[in-house]
């Protein structure tokens, strides 16, 4: 069962290198500041910006002020590479980073606010640095440690295009870890242990189905739990994943095919398809409001509920263009992407500086270093996460309410999210030109019963079985609750 807290958490994606720049403790060693690319230059694939957690640390009251409660940190331990998914040292946070210090003392202030953070688990493959890996390199058959690997030959070929062992999209720079090892396993799973024990709040999962054995996710789950139950696992799996989701595996995976789905949605045909399909994403196909809603009637009835509401909803992350280029910088329509996925069952999740609007295309133009300047921000983008992570956390349908569907006509979309007594009434008007508001209830409200516009503040009535209401702006949401 996945813990209560995910239901109530807004999580926000940090890309550590490029988030912020914070100042350690004096005298603690640090890298040489000028050999940092600079902050605003285009990323490059082995460049390196700086940010650390000492800057996440700093940007918290910024994130809290939005009303993100959640941490999702992509990798932080030790590594040769920007993106430190290359892990040489599992038990040590990268020193650019700040080091074990740093993630200290991140956990104790985030939990002094009551935020959660959840770390990047990369235990498929590791770094050519890893001391197993290079202890093999240097003793070959010799080495206590061959038998972790899937090798094929030696001497390795490890700075060839073409290694002679098993490597994570035979990239000679990941070689990918042999779990049926006893003892490689063993030491996965210790390290699952230690960072639960020092207080991390769960686990992303790097591309879990690339470890093809499901005993290995049962007894990282048994392990994970046994220290601490409210620990959250969840998975980077990008389609159908009932495989790991019938409660011995994974609490929830990332959830793609929702975003894809709010995308097509909302992007229609202004989205740009080419850029997506160049990714993860895949072709994103354009939906009206129906065949919108029958995409979410099936990701919906493929989980248990408690399944459902766990879910990491995402549309873009450190793995897609962002969604600012994906909408070609139509403000309106990013602003409505996001503030639908805030009303839709699962814990939204945003990727850092998608907030305000930050552009990017493909790895690595997608991980630029965070904008500061709130000159350049898209403000209406951050009015609508702050307004909408509002509106969830007083709003407990929101965050536990069931989806019933009341209305979808090309781009015009209605449906409640229903909890015991309590219940709210989304529409959803994703065209260029207004909509009047006349929603059947399906039983949801009385006759006579007055609703609000949460968001508007506009007052609505119930009149034979319709919620009636003024206009709709174009690229806009409403939520309509019951006033007593």
Aim: net charge negative.
């Amino acid at each position: 069962m996945a813990p209560d807290w995910v239901k109530d958490a807004v999580f926000y994606q940090i890309f550590p290198d490029r988030f912020r720049i914070g100042q350690g403790p004096l005298g603690q060693p640090t890298p040489v500041r000028g050999a940092f690319e600079p902050w605003e230059a285009p990323p490059t694939l082995r460049g390196f910006k700086g940010g650390n957690l000492w800057g996440v640390i700093e940007g918290l009251d910024y994130l809290q002020e939005l009303g993100f409660n959640a941490l999702y940190l992509c990798p932080v331990f030790s590594s040769t590479a920007n993106h430190r998914y290359h892990t040489s040292d599992y038990f040590q946070v990268d020193p650019v980073l700040g080091g074990n210090e740093a993630l200290k003392s991140l956990l104790e202030e985030a939990h002094r606010r009551g935020m959660r953070v959840i770390l990047d688990g990369v235990f498929n493959h590791c770094g050519r640095a890893h001391f197993a890996f290079q202890h093999v390199m240097e003793n070959e058959a010799a080495s206590p440690y061959r038998d972790w690997f899937h090798i094929y030959k030696f001497p390795l070929a490890a700075y060839t295009k073409h290694p002679n062992y098993a490597a994570w999209w035979n990239n000679p720079e990941l070689p990918k870890f042999n779990t049926s090892s006893p003892e490689c396993r063993a030491y996965l799973f210790r390290v699952a242990e230690y960072w639960i024990e020092q207080g991390i709040d769960g686990w992303r999962l790097d591309v879990p189905n690339e470890i093809d054995d499901d005993e290995f996710w049962r007894e990282f789950r048994r392990r994970v739990k046994a220290i601490n139950p409210e620990a959250y696992i969840v998975g980077e799996i990008w389609d159908d994943a009932s495989r790991w989701l019938q409660g011995d595996q994974f609490d929830a995976v990332m959830n793609y095919p929702l975003g894809r789905a709010v995308l097509g949605f909302v992007g229609g045909e202004a989205l740009d398809k080419d850029l997506a399909a160049r990714s993860g994403l895949g072709r994103v196909e354009t939906l009206g409001a129906l065949a919108f809603h029958h995409r979410l009637a099936d990701l919906f009835s493929r989980y248990r509920w408690e399944v459902v509401t766990a879910q990491m909803n995402l549309m873009t992350s450190h793995d897609t263009p962002r969604i600012f280029s994906l909408m070609r910088g139509q403000v309106e329509r990013v602003s409505l992407a996001f503030a639908l996925l805030f009303t839709l069952p699962g814990a939204p999740m945003v990727y850092y500086g998608d907030e305000v609007g930050m552009p990017g295309g493909h790895d690595p133009d997608n991980r630029r270093g965070m904008i500061w300047d709130p000159e350049r921000w898209q403000t209406p983008i951050r009015e609508t996460i702050q307004r909408m992570a509002a509106l969830r956390r007083s709003l407990v349908p929101l965050r536990y309410g069931r989806y019933q569907y009341l209305y979808g006509q090309d781009g015009h979309l209605a449906f409640a999210r229903l909890h015991g007594g309590e219940s709210v009434v989304v529409a959803v008007n994703a065209t260029p030109e207004p909509w009047r508001i006349q929603i059947p209830l399906h039983g949801t409200w009385s006759r006579g019963e007055r609703a609000v516009d949460l968001i508007s503040g506009r007052e609505g009535r119930c009149v034979g079985g319709y919620l009636e209401d003024g206009l709709l702006e174009p690229f806009s949401l409403g939520v309509w609750q019951v006033q007593g």
